[in-house]
């Protein structure tokens, strides 16, 4: 009896374990007898229940994950009222970038600026070692002095002293060849005249006078040349003295042969040579008075108008010379063509340059310009005149205004971009070449648009696209994204105020089923 009526209990204890605890069960006898045993199995059914239990919190959460529509994150959107600007990183040039060199080719001696440095137009920046073209410029300095100097001595014609010279010469050339043609016919007279005792005393009184004057004109020579080196007579006056000396050196010779002739006789061959020596005589003073005539004819006629023609002619090639020589040392200097900043130098001094080298990079900083790289799609909310503020990490704290003033010309076929450019209002002192700046354009002001994060932009259907969860799905709706304000990336297209919009939206299938997530607004 007693067995039996715990039998009830336990049964009922294997179909509802939850109604006991294991303490309870404990004090029940088991049917058998045997306590322990009892009490091990009830413990075994508690851990299979267990178990259990654990694979079906698994599968909901496998159903929930797998099964259930991903849960995606979401913004209620709406229209708000802001200044819509278009934000870009920009670069600062100057209004004209030059890269200069020099045309001729030499070695760098010196460079007197350093990138950064602030130039006036014309300021000496590199210079080449030249001295080889200044000694040639020097060279055809001379050159052009000395055919100026002859131009003006041949248009001015000749001096009353080159003239009185000339006429002096043509005196002498007359009067020394015609003593000489008389003595040569004296001589020949005497010869066929024969010797007599008187003749021969007479000759020798003639060799006597003839050497005194001889003296007396080599005196007179010497007593002309002090006078003359003094300066108290003209040149001309040594010429005529020199000349009778000549003339009187000659009479002598020419008595002393007639003396001697007298003296010993003459022979057939000597009457011969006396014809010939009056034949030479003759001819010698036709010579030399023709050359003497010529010559003071020439002074004369001058300035002749084709040796003028000549000179200046040679003073021009003296001068185009000049030009040349001049122009090569001036290009061993490179100067600024115009005021601006030094970019770059890419050259060092002791090396060897050409023409075409690119030695410095020079930009005009008085007009600078900021070039910044924007979208193709941006060129819809940008026009000529907008504003800008810009800044630069380089200068913390500083900014200034700035406007756009070019839209560009020629799209950027593999980039999709295309480079637009902005000239600050004001002077900015700060600025320097290539200077990274951040420019944000005002592309609109107060105006009430759809604003929206920029991770809910995606891409469908070739073309920019939000997912607006409409009856548990996200519907792509194809939009039009303008310029990035404050409050996110202004749109337009479909999308109206409190649509939800997925955040995240590059991580989530188009049109797929999702479940909103709770928190998100």
């Not at 299979?48 to 849960?71: F, M, S």
């Not at 005529?240 to 002739?261: G, P």
């Not at 790289?373 to 000529?384: A, K």
């Amino acid at each position: 009896m007693a067995g039996s009526s715990l039998r009830e209990p336990c049964d009922a204890a294997d179909r509802r374990i939850g109604y006991f605890d294991e303490d309870d069960l404990a004090q029940v006898p088991h049917p058998s007898g045997g306590r322990e045993a009892w009490t091990s199995r009830i413990r075994r059914h508690w851990r299979t229940l267990a178990k259990l239990a654990a694979l079906a919190v698994v599968g909901i959460v496998i159903y929930r994950y797998v099964a259930a529509p991903p849960v995606v994150r979401v913004i209620a959107v709406e229209s708000v009222i802001a200044t819509q600007t278009l934000g870009a990183t920009g670069k600062v040039r100057g209004a004209r970038v030059v890269e200069l060199g020099v045309d001729t080719s030499g070695i760098v001696r010196g460079i007197y600026v350093h990138e950064g440095d602030t130039v006036r137009a014309g300021q000496l920046m590199l210079s080449l070692d030249r001295s080889e073209a200044a000694e040639r410029a020097a060279a055809a300095q001379a050159t052009v002095q000395s055919a100026l100097a002859e131009a003006a001595k041949t248009a001015k014609g000749p001096l009353a002293s080159e003239i009185a010279r000339a006429r002096a010469e043509l005196t002498q050339a007359i009067t020394v060849g015609q003593a000489r043609v008389d003595a040569a016919q004296a001589k020949l007279r005497n010869l066929m005249a024969g010797t007599r005792p008187q003749e021969i005393a007479a000759a020798k009184a003639e060799l006597q006078s003839r050497q005194e004057i001889l003296t007396k004109a080599q005196k007179d020579y010497q007593r002309t040349q002090k006078l003359v080196e003094q300066g108290a007579i003209a040149r001309a006056n040594l010429d005529a003295a020199v000349a009778d000396v000549q003339t009187a050196e000659s009479a002598l010779i020419s008595q002393q042969q007639h003396l001697s002739l007298l003296q010993e006789g003459a022979t057939i061959n000597e009457l011969a040579e006396a014809k010939a020596e009056i034949a030479g005589a003759a001819a010698t003073r036709d010579t030399s008075t023709r050359a003497a005539r010529e010559a003071l004819n020439t002074l004369l006629a001058n300035p002749r108008p084709e040796d003028v023609i000549s000179a200046r002619a040679k003073v021009d090639e003296a001068r185009a010379q000049l030009r040349q020589a001049q122009d090569v040392t001036a290009k061993s200097d490179l100067r600024a063509p115009f005021d601006g900043v030094v970019a770059h130098v890419a050259v060092e001094a002791g090396r060897a340059v050409s023409p075409g080298d690119k030695l410095i990079s020079f930009q005009e900083m008085g007009r600078p310009i900021i070039e910044v790289e924007t979208d193709e799609g941006n060129l819809n909310d940008l026009h000529i005149g907008q504003a800008a503020t810009v800044t630069s990490d380089a200068y913390p704290g500083q900014s200034f205004k700035a406007a756009l003033t070019d839209l560009g010309s020629q799209v950027n076929s593999d980039r999709g971009t295309i480079t637009i450019k902005l000239s600050p209002t004001s002077s900015v002192p700060w600025l320097r070449p290539d200077l990274t700046v951040d420019v944000n354009i005002i592309t609109r002001r107060s105006a009430r648009s759809i604003m929206v994060p920029p991770d809910t932009l995606t891409r469908y259907a070739g073309h920019t696209a939000v997912l607006v969860v409409r009856d548990d799905k996200a519907v792509p709706i194809r939009v039009t994204a303008g310029a990035i304000g404050e409050a996110g990336v202004a749109i337009i297209g479909g999308v109206k105020d409190g649509d939800l919009v997925v955040r995240l939206a590059s991580q989530v299938q188009p049109n797929a089923e999702v479940s909103v997530g709770t928190g998100d607004s």
